[in-house]
């Protein structure tokens, strides 16, 4: 059976170009890139420049503001715990209540430390109040953390005026971003629209590079301890012999992503529009969450009210299509999305959420393949639904209007 994967805010496949960027690293290249000999200067010098070339796609003023990690989760914790530890007269930080665990998770271990955590709400499409923002900023505030893209939604936050609200309110505040959903999509200058971001995390494996590498960069002059002590790798930044064959084939990928940008988003874009209106011509009682915000491109989640998403998920992958609900971190559990519970997305669909995420690799084949299969996926399922009936199932049904007695479900 053909694989439909549909699931690259999840992970994404590396592109070959990369694979070929790496083998010499990984066979005769091998050498510490720590190490005094010749071999080893070559191995250095490979690693020089991918951070030359990632730090210029991010538009950063010098290659030492990158610091590389082994994930975006790693870039996260040093950008947090590290500027807590740095500044441990301020005990305020800003996040909101739908970052990806790799960021709440910390803020909320800060928290059991003594810190007091502001979680800003979102509305209904996932977007922020700007007054709730600036009213949330204190003469205290240390850190304000903000995902730039959405994981879940593909929702997609201001940062660059974000961050020029934070510093223009304090210098002092530290501005970090989650742009790991959002680096090799949306272009970046750090020296010019977001010149007010102080930290931004990514990884390589959300843009066609492999696992297990990541970076954080650093803006001049930013307090943040290191994560990870022990050798003196990354200027004493982050201790650890570098993943050198995974830093090269970061900076491919994202080589490839820059090339020909405008071309990649304007197919993908292309494919997530078509699969939007076309499921919700098909499938009654569909909502498209986030879709009154700005969205990333390749990104669709939906609910179809009265339907499991593990029922659909179970049953797509039934069909060899890859989709998924909630982030990859939190699938598995059956608890459901904090991003969604956040938006107050009813309670008859906050369980029925399911994520298409494309990529480049995707083709209309794919989303073809997606249509035929998930309005009846759906349409089973509702069968054995007890509080679906057939007065609901008409194409292009309004779940709100049928479906307007039934209680929100509010988070803890
Ligand atoms: N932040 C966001 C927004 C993500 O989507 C992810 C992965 O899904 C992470 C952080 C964690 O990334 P990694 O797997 O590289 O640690």
């Known amino acids: ?7 690259n805010n999840a992970t994404t496949q590396i592109a070959p170009e990369v694979y070929q960027a790496m083998i010499p690293l990984l066979t005769e290249e091998y050498f510490n890139p720590s190490s005094m000999y010749d071999p080893a200067r070559t191995v250095a010098d490979m690693m020089a420049d991918a951070r030359e070339r990632i730090a210029r796609h991010l538009g950063a003023d010098s290659p030492r503001r990158l610091l590389f990690t082994s994930c975006a989760t790693e870039s996260n914790n040093t950008a947090i715990r590290g500027t807590a530890e740095a500044t441990p007269n301020r005990r305020h930080i800003v996040t909101t209540a739908v970052e990806h665990p790799a960021v709440l998770e910390v803020c909320k271990y800060l928290q059991r430390l003594g810190y007091e955590v502001t979680f800003l709400p979102v509305d209904g499409d996932g977007q922020l109040a700007m007054g709730d923002y600036v009213r949330a900023l204190r003469p205290d505030t240390l850190l304000v953390t903000i995902i730039h893209a959405n994981n879940e939604t593909g929702v997609i936050f201001p940062v660059a005026e974000l961050a020029r609200i934070a510093k223009e309110t304090d210098p002092a505040i530290v501005f970090h971003t989650d742009a790991t959903q959002s680096v090799g ?13 102080d930290l931004l995390s990514f990884s390589g494996h959300k843009f066609h590079g492999p696992k297990g590498v990541g970076a954080l960069y650093v803006r001049r002059g930013t307090r943040c301890r290191p994560l990870m002590i022990g050798g003196h790798q990354e200027e004493g930044r982050r201790a650890g ?17 820059m090339e020909n940008h405008d071309e990649q988003e304007a197919h993908i874009r292309r494919l997530r529009t078509r699969l939007e209106k076309t499921l919700q011509e098909r499938i009654p009682c569909v909502q498209v969450n986030g879709r009154g915000a700005p969205r990333m491109p390749g ?10 998403g593990e029922g659909m998920l179970f049953e797509l992958s039934n069909n060899g299509i890859c989709a998924s609900s909630g982030s990859a971190c939190t699938s598995g559990s059956l608890d459901p999305s904090h991003v969604l519970m956040a938006m107050e997305v009813p309670f008859s669909a906050v369980h029925g959420s399911i994520r298409f995420s494309f990529s480049r690799y995707n083709t209309e084949e794919d989303v073809d393949k997606i249509i035929e299969v998930l309005p009846l996926i759906v349409a089973n399922l509702r069968k054995i639904s007890p509080y679906w009936d057939d007065e609901k199932n008409e194409p292009g049904a309004d779940a709100d209007k049928i479906i307007g007695k039934i209680p929100t479900q509010t988070g803890p």
Not at 299 to 308: A, G, P
């Open 1 to 7: 059976m053909r694989i439909v994967y549909a699931d």
């Open 185 to 197: 999509k949306i272009p970046i200058d750090l020296e010019v629209d977001y010149r007010h971001v």
């Open 241 to 257: 012999t570098e993943n050198v064959p995974g830093i090269v084939a970061m900076a491919k990928a994202l080589d490839l992503c």
């Open 299 to 308: 990104t669709l989640n939906i609910s179809c009210h009265f339907v499991e």
